[in-house]
């Protein structure tokens, strides 16, 4: 009687660290793949077969997973397609153990199998798990052993003086012996004398980075063996911080903090590298001594502006040496407009994307020590996020903290549930932003003017007595303004007959002034004239 036996999947998995010699006809992926193939094709008699496809990984090391051939073989075998993985030696699969644990529970949930091809065991069976754990035990401390090997040979050969690999900098070339000293590039090294000149002739990397932009000076360009192409981009101040601290440019090599003595020779003058490191140094002395950003902007990490993003602190110092802070929106601090991708916002919530932070943090303090009065010790600590708006500030408060607030707002200010969070709520309060004559003002929203203004009631008169009615009794221009001046004075004339009625009762709002209407155009619509200056 013929027993039937079980068909069993075989794949082939092979890998070489280096991509030395893998160009050639013959390399050693083919070697592995034909001992492999070899090694299934004699136990055909107990039902392997070798399923087509190539599982191949050359020039990757088998120190992690982060592999193409062997994604693909796992993503294969997660979806049921093999039995048996076939390798030629356990180390070709992985050097890991943590990795090789993780993939013998993929194969046991999947019911595969591993074997080596030049070390004869089966992952089914216990003695030979205890075979695998050993054998990858010495593997793993091989690779170790390997990378300190190559760590204290680079070391050594640094503390020579020698370059040991990677992209040159600006001002060398490769060497094109086995000479490892770097060649100097004349051009490029023109550049950099020029840019280590430029540095202390214009006394900050900020006004270098422009200069150098405007000059048309590019980074250095490279070309992999590929042909892919990088660099060859503007500098930026994290280029250039770098590039002028590089000793490499005094014709030293720094290695693990230490500095040596280059093979290379200097493109800079001793005296002038010096003279840049001396200027760097003091000027970092100098910021390290000031008050940090985070210490004078306690909102930091919390406030957003009304599209989202991010508003971070800046720092400014006056005409008298006072210093002023501000929050700044990502996209404005990185010199971009407000995100496309960002929702959709009315004109009533367009964004701020800018707002000095002593005047935000002020109103937020008398209003977070009104509602909750415990915390008016720290107020500007309670608010786990702040959002600004043009026309209101929202808070999102612990509701743990917020039992009586209820009973202390006014009609401008409301409480919400927090839709992203239950244990939170929303204090929407209307505080406005205001920016006039490039000043960034920030007043509650009851805030009027009480007391009639005589010049702006004089310039409403002046204007109405430049306009007819029509027979439908609205007002016409007589003639039209010869001057710019005249001609924004007229428009007072075609205001919302509310706004008209407010100023002279003196109850207009706290912006509505003559120095405001005269700034800028003021739009013909009613309704956006009420929006212009929040009159409801």
């Given amino acids: 009687m013929r027993i039937k036996v079980k068909s069993l999947r075989c794949a082939i998995y092979t890998r070489k660290s280096s991509d030395e010699g893998l160009d050639q006809a013959f390399n050693s992926l083919d070697a592995q793949r034909e001992a492999c193939a070899a090694y299934i094709a004699s136990q055909v ?13 050359g020039g990757y090391s088998g120190g992690n997973m982060s592999r193409p051939g062997l994604q693909h073989l796992l993503a294969e075998i997660a979806a049921g397609k093999f039995d048996v993985i076939v ?46 754990n050993v054998l990858l035990s010495f593997a793993q401390f091989e690779r170790e052993v390997t990378g300190e090997r190559i760590r204290d040979k680079i070391a050594a050969s640094k503390a020579k003086g020698m370059w040991m690999g990677g992209l040159p900098p600006l001002g060398y070339n490769l060497p ?9 590039n004349e051009a490029e090294a023109a550049t950099i004398r020029l840019i280590f000149q430029a540095y202390l002739r214009l006394g900050s990397v900020n006004a270098l980075e422009g200069w150098l932009k405007t000059e048309g000076h590019l980074s250095k360009s490279y070309t992999s063996r590929s042909g892919k192409k990088s660099g060859g981009v503007p500098f930026n101040r994290g280029a250039l911080y770098h590039l002028l601290r590089n000793p490499i440019y005094r014709g030293m090599i720094r290695h693990r903090g230490k500095i040596h003595i280059g093979q290379h020779p200097a493109v800079v003058d001793p005296a002038l590298f010096d003279e840049v490191q001396a200027t760097l140094e003091a000027k970092r002395r100098r910021y390290a001594a000031r008050p940090t950003l985070r210490s004078t902007a ?16 800046t720092m400014s110092t006056g005409k008298l040496g006072r210093r002023y802070h501000y929050y700044v929106s990502a996209p404005l601090q990185k010199g971009e407009r407000a995100r496309s991708g960002a929702k959709t916002l009315s004109s009533e919530v367009e964004p701020i994307r800018r707002i000095s932070g002593d005047a935000l943090e002020a109103q937020l303090s008398q209003l977070i020590a009104r509602l909750v009065p415990a915390r008016s010790g720290n107020p500007l600590a309670l608010p786990t996020r702040i959002e600004v708006y043009r026309s209101a500030i929202h808070l ?21 549930d927090d839709a992203a969070d239950a244990n939170s709520l929303r204090l929407i309060a209307s505080i406005r932003i205001r920016n006039r004559r490039g000043r960034t003002e920030v ?94």
């Avoid at 094109?176 to 100097?184: E, G, P, T």
């Avoid at 930091?300 to 991010?310: L, N, Q, S, V």
């Avoid at 999102?396 to 919400?416: F, H």
């Fill in 45 to 57: 008699h107990e039902g392997w077969k070798l399923v087509p496809g190539h599982y191949d990984d």
């Fill in 87 to 132: 390798v030629y030696k356990i180390d070709r699969l992985t050097r890991s153990l943590a990795d090789f644990a993780r993939m013998v529970e993929l194969f046991d949930k999947h019911g595969v199998s591993f074997v080596s091809v030049t070390q004869s065991f089966n992952t089914t069976s216990s003695m030979g798990r205890l075979t695998l």
């Fill in 176 to 184: 094109q012996d086995k000479s490892r000293a770097l060649i100097v």
């Fill in 298 to 313: 306690p909102l930091t990490g919390r406030i957003f502006d009304a599209a989202g993003d991010p508003m971070s602190p």
């Fill in 396 to 416: 999102t408060l612990p509701r743990s903290e917020c039992a009586a607030i209820q009973g202390r707002l006014t009609n401008d200010e409301r409480l919400e």
């Fill in 443 to 536: 007043e509650a929203a009851t805030v009027r003017n009480r007391a009639k203004d005589p010049v702006l009631i004089g310039a409403l008169q002046r204007a109405h007595a430049m306009v007819d009615l029509d027979a439908r009794h609205l007002p016409v221009c007589r003639t039209s303004p010869a001057t710019q001046y005249g001609r924004r004075l007229l428009a007072l004339a075609f205001l919302a007959p509310d706004l008209q009625h407010a100023i002279l009762e003196g109850a207009q709002p706290a912006d509505l002034t003559l120095e405001h209407l005269l700034a800028k155009p003021v739009p013909a619509a009613w309704d956006a004239q009420r929006k212009l200056f929040d009159h409801v």
